[in-house]
């Protein structure tokens, strides 16, 4: 399979290496009408915070999106992490297929050129369909796509060598391109400015002794800035440069739950300099990320499929901690985290993910694991009427789509 999705990547290389910018709009206009569809992924999406936000009209936004469509919980992989699943979602294959199995491959930062499975906006591309997709992590260096395509987490750059869990600006990126096409660059940096393409990686144990109030609201000032800033450029992609497929990225809000998940003085690695200090930071991610799930909501209408999908929840430390194999090995040699994903048995933090759009059943909720991150690319194409790939393991939601009686599936 790899050697074949190497040529078709070439293939597709040499075909949209013809799409310039300028051909851009030609290709939206002679495809044919396309369902629309706007996924957005959130990195580390914990339903153990999310509902009890939704149960005090925090999360209005995302409440209406519950209340028009379907939504559940999502079996993650073993040992989840950003990279390794995303690249699941994007390819409905094992980690052992698709090549990228962590932060870090034999040594290298993950990249899209360990990618051995033909991703979802490939696939996309190929049949005609509009792409375009922003901020989505294990997306660096970005690939040709029938549209746009502009990274996300680990993206490398200036100050964040290795990118992980670092914020590179756009004009800071360093080892590969951010942006595709090449020429859109300028294009954002003067229309959107010089906004930073992931999220702040968190202060060290350091920076912290001694300015614990200070170093944390210092840190949340800049994750703020953070979204603010993607949440300009989604705007402008969105009225600018509209797709018929658009994913979306956020990752401040597992970024923050690592070290200021609101933990009890019973949790392990309880630090009342720190927990004590900003217990609302980490639920007021969500808050801040339902305001962004608004202005994108502005630029959708009633025919456009709108898809919440995150990768994994985020927990309190629990048992085996220390023996663990995959202990912290997704955010080490950062501050000391109180809460992480990679916990073998990935069942420990399910993804979740949040439908709705035309035919999908409104209200309803799927119970235990009827839903993996292995659906979500089957689904997708389900949509645009694109046959599953082979090699894609995932199944259809059929169940979340009128016309089924799936009797589990109700709420
Ligand atoms: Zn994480």
Request: charged share 20%.
């Amino acid at each position: 399979m790899s050697s074949l999705w190497s040529f078709v990547s070439c293939a597709v290389l040499v075909m949209f290496a013809f799409l310039a910018w300028i051909p851009l709009g030609v290709a939206q206009r002679t495809a044919k009408s396309q369902p629309h569809v706007v996924v957005i992924g959130v990195n580390g999406m914990e339903l153990d915070v999310i509902r009890p936000l939704l149960l005090q009209g925090k999360m209005p936004n995302l409440s209406s999106v519950i209340k028009k469509g379907s939504y559940g919980k999502l079996r993650t992989l073993s040992a989840p992490n950003c990279p390794r699943v995303y690249s699941t979602l994007f390819t409905s294959t094992t980690p052992e297929e698709h090549g990228v199995t962590g932060f870090v491959v034999g040594g290298i930062t993950a990249n899209t050129n360990m990618l051995k499975e033909e991703p979802i906006w490939s696939v996309l591309s190929k049949k005609g369909v509009s792409v375009g997709m922003a901020n989505v992590p294990a997306t660096f260096p970005v690939m040709p796509v029938n549209g746009y395509m502009i990274s996300g987490m680990l993206t490398r750059g200036k100050n964040c060598e290795d990118g992980i869990l670092c914020a590179p600006k756009l004009s800071e990126v360093q080892g590969g391109d951010a942006v595709y096409p090449a020429a859109m660059k300028a294009e954002l940096l003067k229309n959107v400015g010089d906004f930073y393409i992931d999220c702040e990686r968190m202060p060290s144990a350091a920076d912290l002794k001694g300015h614990e109030a200070e170093a944390i609201d210092g840190w949340l000032k800049k994750i703020q800035l953070i979204r603010d800033q993607q949440t300009q450029l989604f705007e402008y992609l969105l009225d600018s440069h509209p797709m018929e497929f658009t994913w979306l990225g956020q990752s401040c809000e597992d970024r923050t739950g690592h070290w200021l998940y609101p933990i009890a003085p019973y949790n392990a690695g309880y630090n009342p300099k720190i927990n004590a200090v900003r217990t609302e930071a980490f639920p007021d991610q969500y808050v801040a990320f339902d305001k962004v799930l608004g202005v994108v909501l502005k630029h959708v209408d009633d025919n456009t499929y709108v898809i919440i999908v995150s990768d994994h929840g985020i927990k309190p430390l629990r048992e085996f901690e220390e023996t663990d194999p995959h202990a912290h090995l997704d955010h080490e040699k950062t501050t000391p985290v109180v809460a992480k994903h990679d916990f073998a048995d990935g069942d420990d933090v399910p993804g979740s993910f949040f439908a709705m759009g035309p035919g999908i059943k409104h209200d309803l909720r799927l119970m235990g694991f009827q839903a993996s991150v292995y659906d979500i690319a089957p689904t997708i194409l389900h949509i645009y009427g694109i046959e599953q790939p082979v090699q894609m393991r995932g199944h259809v939601l059929t169940e979340i789509f009128e016309g089924s009686d799936s009797k589990v599936a109700q709420k």
